[in-house]
């Protein structure tokens, strides 16, 4: 298959998700808590059926948030990586930073990413061979030279838990932000310049939004510098740090990471 194959799938299986939260209201919907306390809805359930329909062929693995993980993927050369609802918190409060989130992955590289933040009309789509489009337009990454005043996305729950304190010193503008996800696609897109996370995040967090960063030109690495290696037996990653180029060596040294 083609990666402009691949993409005009990403893209179709993202508008039928589109299509179908939409009978769903943010902010007006129940969420119940999962074994490790974090939140799901029907709508998560329910897209992440659509998107297994739409996306995954034989021979092919499947690795979702909603999805009971199965060995079997270790084996595949072709992994879709999906998080059917980025930002389920967000969504549940009726707060405009979730999103659906597509990666795919090849011998373990995020090859091709789409990611719709269906509230904000946003839909960002790429590949390592094509770059990134948002809406169809073509984006790049941040060329911007300097921290200072460079727009970094935080968690909203990390900063809420004070673990931004350190870096809230007027060298750079924190915006916290919903989705990491969806964090990952703006930076892609040039929207903002910054994104990082020192706490651990899954797979299906990451994989689309990474695939997008290093298309539009930028550069990532996980916070201990392994290597960032996807469709692993063990779906956390450390933590992840992503710029563009101009920033990525000055941001290390800033958050104390040895370049």
């Known amino acids: 298959?083609?990666?402009?194959?691949?993409?005009?799938?990403?893209?179709?299986?993202?508008?039928?998700?589109?299509?179908?939260?939409?009978?769903?209201?943010?902010?007006?919907?129940?969420?119940?808590?999962?074994?490790?306390?974090?939140?799901?809805?029907?709508?998560?359930?329910?897209?992440d059926k659509v998107l297994r329909e739409a996306l995954l062929e034989e021979g092919e693995g499947w690795l979702s948030e909603e999805t009971v993980d199965?060995?079997?993927?270790?084996?595949?050369?072709?992994?879709?990586i999906v998080d059917p609802i980025d930002g389920t918190r967000e969504f549940v409060k009726g707060i405009d930073e979730w999103c659906i989130s597509i990666g795919l992955v090849e011998d373990g590289k995020p090859i091709a990413g789409?990611?719709?933040n269906p509230a904000a009309d946003e839909l960002f789509l790429g590949s390592v061979e094509t770059?990134?489009?948002?809406?169809?337009?073509?984006?790049?990454?941040?060329?911007?030279?300097?921290?200072k005043g460079a727009t970094v996305l935080a968690s909203r729950s990390e900063v809420d838990r004070g673990e931004w304190d350190s870096f809230i010193d007027g060298t750079m503008v924190i915006i916290p932000t919903g989705s990491v996800a969806y964090k990952l696609a703006r930076v892609a897109a040039g929207l903002?310049?910054?994104?990082?996370?020192?706490?651990?995040?899954?797979?299906?967090?990451?994989?689309?939004?990474?695939?997008?960063?290093?298309?539009?030109?930028?550069?990532?690495?996980?916070?201990?510098?392994?290597?960032?290696?996807?469709?692993?037996?063990?779906?956390?990653?450390?933590?992840?740090?992503?710029?563009?180029p101009n920033l990525f060596e000055p941001l290390l040294k800033k958050i104390g990471i040895e370049v």
């Open 131 to 147: 770059g990134v489009t948002l809406n169809g337009k073509k984006v790049s990454i941040s060329k911007k030279q300097d921290l």
């Open 1 to 47: 298959m083609s990666i402009e194959q691949d993409l005009a799938k990403i893209s179709g299986a993202l508008e039928l998700a589109r299509k179908t939260v939409s009978k769903y209201t943010s902010g007006k919907i129940e969420a119940t808590l999962k074994d490790g306390g974090d939140p799901v809805t029907e709508a998560d359930v329910e897209l």
């Open 70 to 80: 199965s060995p079997e993927r270790l084996n595949k050369k072709r992994v879709w």
């Open 114 to 116: 789409g990611i719709c």
């Open 192 to 244: 903002d310049d910054i994104t990082f996370t020192l706490v651990p995040k899954n797979e299906w967090d990451i994989a689309a939004g990474v695939a997008l960063v290093i298309a539009a030109g930028g550069k990532l690495i996980e916070k201990e510098k392994a290597p960032l290696v996807f469709n692993r037996p063990k779906t956390l990653i450390s933590g992840l740090i992503a710029s563009g």
